[in-house]
């Protein structure tokens, strides 16, 4: 509301999205993200956590021999 009311628009702005076009629509909603979201920084992240469940699901498998019994 802020922003609103320092770009000059009123306090009791209401508009109505759904009379945009989808495409429309779309392209702002994905325009608004990218702006405010690091991509890079969210691939990275995925990578590392892809990473450390890789690492985890391992650890848990040898741990699993050895209570069975199994020899590593």
Known sequence: ???????????NLAVELDALPPATLQRLVEE????????ERFERERRVEHEERVR???????????????SW
């Open 1 to 11: 509301r802020r922003w609103l009311r320092e770009q000059g628009f009123p306090d």
């Open 56 to 70: 985890i699901a391992g650890l848990r498998d040898r741990a699993a021999a050895v209570l069975e019994g199994d």
């Open 32 to 39: 608004a993200i990218r702006s405010n979201f690091d991509l």
